[in-house]
């Protein structure tokens, strides 16, 4: 890779970090040593001289909105304090209650770093420095971004639409306060995630739009802006698109994992050359103080 690709892989590095948070959403063990992996990577993203941390001192008031918007990602989420993710022994306990916390920060930090990594593309693009070997793996990773975001996403969009249905049947069809939160502070944000995500998707491809598509459509079936397909039950209706949603995540992750070896193999070629270099360095200062 070039050196601008180089630049760009470590942009990658902390957006890549910073969507695999959303594996916690996940109902199921997560070790504690992913756990310190994604939080040291996205630190290193903040430390001087890196990749962003040059972006973000370069670019005034914008670059000062994204590194505090990623502290505070680190603090809530990563931070010894937070409710979200705890540690217990090697493990981390993850609290299902609050998956939006997370998807706050996932889905806004990740447009924004996205959007700073195609800033560098269209350059590279400019100055015929743009290799397949980036353009590939950035439009991969956005495809099995976008596909796991729908998938957790419109999981928990279904537990509140099912909840906020019981609430409503016990009610007789009036509204009430809890019918009322349901809404406002669940289903609305749920839909809020993919609306936001689709409008902006950068890959164009028929299958994941119309993917995405069905899943917006969905949303407007269930708000009683759009008939139901077919006439099909809103649970017919869920499996489907998760049907839909896991076999496109299968294939967009096989992807993903071809486009991310080159780069990751090429990543590490350098980390292991700079440590060599650091270590070679260290040794000659020894020796000079020795004699």
């Known amino acids: 890779m070039n050196n601008i690709s180089r630049y760009i ?8 970090n910073v969507r695999d948070t959303l594996e916690f959403c996940i109902d199921r063990e997560h070790p504690i040593a992913i756990y310190n992996g994604r939080k040291r990577a996205i630190e290193d993203g903040l430390k001087e001289h890196s990749a ?6 370069n670019n005034g008031d914008k670059g000062k909105e994204i590194q505090e918007k990623l502290k505070l990602f680190l603090d809530d989420i990563y931070g010894d304090g937070s409710t979200v993710l705890t540690i217990t022994g090697d493990t981390v306990r993850v609290d299902h209650t609050q998956h939006i916390k997370i998807y706050d920060y996932v889905v806004g930090l990740n447009e924004t770093l996205r959007d700073v990594i195609y800033s560098y593309i269209n350059y590279a693009r400019k100055n015929n420095q743009l290799e397949d070997v980036i353009v590939n793996l950035i439009q991969s990773d956005e495809r099995l971004y976008r596909g796991v975001l729908n998938k957790w996403v419109t999981i928990d969009f279904e537990k509140a639409f099912v909840e ?4 409503m049947n016990e009610s007789k069809g009036q509204a009430t306060p809890q019918s009322n939160f349901i809404v406002q502070n669940e289903i609305a944000k749920y839909a809020g995630y993919l609306r936001f995500s689709r409008q902006h998707c950068h890959i164009t491809d028929n299958r994941s739009l119309d993917l995405f598509d069905e899943g917006i459509q969905l949303i407007e079936m269930t708000e009683g802006r759009r008939q139901r397909r077919d006439n099909k039950s809103f649970g017919e209706l869920f499996k489907q698109f998760f049907t839909h949603l896991d076999e496109y995540i299968k294939e ?3 992807k993903w994992r071809q486009d991310y070896k080159p780069v990751f193999d090429e990543m590490v070629a350098l980390a292991k050359e700079a440590m060599a270099k650091q270590a070679e360095n260290i040794t000659a200062e020894q020796a000079s103080k020795d004699n």
């Open 9 to 16: 892989a470590n942009l990658y590095l902390v957006m890549l």
């Open 52 to 57: 962003l941390k040059n972006f973000l001192d």
């Open 164 to 167: 906020f249905n019981k609430v």
């Open 252 to 254: 967009s992750e096989l």
